[in-house]
């Protein structure tokens, strides 16, 4: 299994790239990955900001492939953006019910995305689901939080 990471600085979630592994019948993945962006809200009004982004995946001469997430500034319970000094808890999800944090796979509470079987040159594309909890942080601060996240693709 090869296993290769990706990363730049973005919002949330923003980077391309290629592996290759060598071999007769090279074993490849692409990926490529869309910023998850909350843009201007209110902490005031709001109890929650939610946004998606996306991970793009297209794998040749693969049994499958698993997609983890790293943490980023913080951990996976919960990951924090960065304005300064100040932080902003969010998180990310693989699922729409935001129950299921995207994570390595590496304890109960985080999940990796796993596909077997992908079809040859096909792109998958996996939704990144983000929320920002604003019920306990109504005194954020206003600025521009970031944060970086590493895409890992094992093959």
Do not use: E
């Not at 973005?10 to 790239?17: D, E, F, Q, R």
């Not at 992908?118 to 005194?139: A, C, E, F, K, M």
């Amino acid at each position: 299994m090869k296993a290769t990471s990706l990363s730049r600085a973005g919002l949330l979630v923003g980077m391309a790239g290629l592996m290759m592994a060598s071999g007769a019948q090279a074993a490849s993945c692409q990926v490529s990955a869309s910023v998850v962006n909350f843009g201007s809200f209110s902490p005031l009004t709001l109890d929650y900001v939610d946004s998606t982004g996306s991970i793009t995946v297209n794998c040749s001469d693969v049994a499958g492939y698993a997609i983890a997430l790293s943490t980023g500034n913080g951990s996976y319970s919960p990951r924090h953006m960065v304005s300064s000094s100040d932080t902003l808890d969010y998180n990310l999800y693989r699922d729409a019910a935001y129950q299921q944090v995207w994570g390595d796979g590496s304890s109960g509470d985080n999940y990796a995305v796993t596909v077997a079987n992908p079809v040859d040159g096909q792109n998958y594309v996996h939704t990144v689901y983000g929320r920002i909890s604003l019920i306990t942080r109504r005194g954020t601060h206003v600025g521009t939080y970031t944060d970086t996240i590493g895409i890992i693709v094992n093959y």
